[in-house]
C-alpha cells in the first residue's frame, strides 16, 4: 500500500489545504495528515482544536488518517511505514523553503520522497496567516475555509477582544 503523509500546523485549515488532501488522497492509496505542534509558530488553535477542525473536513474519505507528528518528520515517516510526503507550492515565494525542506530530509532519510502539489488557482494567495489576519479584523473569510472553521475562527477572535 502507498501511502503518503501531508505535514503542516494546519492554524487553520484552509480550502487550499483541503485542495491539495483531496487531490493527494486521489493519488495515494492512504492519506496521513500529519499536524505538527510547530515550536517555530505561535498557534491561534490548540493542537487538538487542529485535528478536530481536519477531522471534520474529511469525514467523508477513509482512506485519510489525521495525527499529531512528534519530532522529526523523516523518524515519524519511518515510524508509520510512508516513503512520500506531499507539499503544497503556492507560489515562487514558497519554494526556496520548501526546497530546502526537501533537501534535508533526504540528507535525513534518502529512502523518502518529496511530491511537490500546487492549489487551484484560486487558492494560490491562500495562507492561513492571512485567514486569520481578515479573521481579526471581522472580514468574511467564507471563501477561503469551511464553515465550522469560520465558527472556530469568530469564537476563538472574540474570546481574544
Do not use: W
Not at 501531508?6 to 495528515?33: C, K, M, Q
Not at 492561513?128 to 469560520?150: N, W
Amino acid at each position: 500500500m502507498k501511502r503518503a503523509i501531508y505535514p503542516g500546523s494546519f492554524d487553520p485549515v484552509t480550502f487550499g489545504h483541503l485542495d491539495i488532501i483531496r487531490r493527494a488522497a486521489t493519488t495515494f492509496d492512504g492519506l496521513v495528515i500529519g499536524v505538527a505542534r510547530n515550536a517555530a509558530k505561535e498557534p491561534l488553535f490548540s493542537l487538538d482544536e487542529r485535528l478536530a477542525m481536519l477531522n471534520q473536513c474529511v469525514l467523508d474519505v477513509p482512506t485519510i488518517e489525521v495525527v499529531e507528528i512528534e519530532g522529526l518528520l523523516v523518524d515519524f515517516c519511518r515510524k508509520i511505514n510512508c516513503r512520500t510526503i506531499i507539499r503544497g507550492l503556492r507560489a515562487i515565494s514558497d519554494f526556496e523553503y520548501e526546497f530546502q525542506m526537501a533537501l534535508m530530509n533526504r540528507r535525513l532519510a534518502p529512502d523518502l520522497e518529496t511530491v511537490f502539489l500546487t492549489p487551484q488557482e484560486a487558492h494560490t494567495f491562500l495562507s492561513s496567516r492571512l485567514v486569520k489576519e481578515v479573521a481579526h479584523f471581522g472580514g468574511d473569510v467564507s471563501s477561503f475555509v469551511p464553515p465550522h472553521v469560520i465558527d472556530a475562527l469568530k469564537k476563538k477572535y472574540r474570546n481574544h477582544r
